[in-house]
């Protein structure tokens, strides 16, 4: 069964993970489909057109995996018109008000996770490799 997964994560910095999982969704016999729906993609600057391109996009998925950096619960400048810290929390509260199931997985055990994935009862992968994902996104 194909499923679509919104993949959170921060643009600047954990580009390179994303587009790895897109690499591996494109592999014989990888049955997921992942599109890419950073707020770079929407490209726009006017952080209205970013919220609603973005609650469109999670509105489409039925999953969302959250990718965990370094920065993933910093302070966007912008934090006041996107609504919560950062355009990760927004995704994730967006995804929770979808009814997506929540996936979560940290690119290293002490990176903080973003605040609205405390109590969202996210599906956990413990490493970022395909096994541990996938069977986290099964268990959601």
Do not use: C
């Amino acid at each position: 069964m194909l499923k679509r997964i919104f993949i959170s994560f921060d643009y600047e910095n954990d580009k390179h993970y994303k587009f790895l999982l897109t690499a591996l969704s494109a592999h014989q016999g990888f049955e997921l489909i992942f599109e890419d729906l950073s707020s770079r993609e929407i490209n726009s600057a006017t952080i209205s057109v970013v919220r609603a391109g973005l609650t469109a996009k999670i509105n489409r998925a039925d999953y969302t995996l959250i990718i965990i950096g370094k920065y993933a619960n910093e302070l966007h400048k912008d934090f006041k018109l996107i609504g919560y810290r950062n355009w990760i929390n927004f995704e994730i509260a967006q995804s929770k008000k979808s009814g997506n199931k929540l996936i979560a997985v940290k690119l290293d055990r002490l990176n903080v996770s973003p605040e609205e994935l405390y109590n969202s009862g996210a599906s956990w992968a413990m490493s970022y490799t395909v096994d541990a994902i996938v069977k986290a996104i099964d268990a959601a």
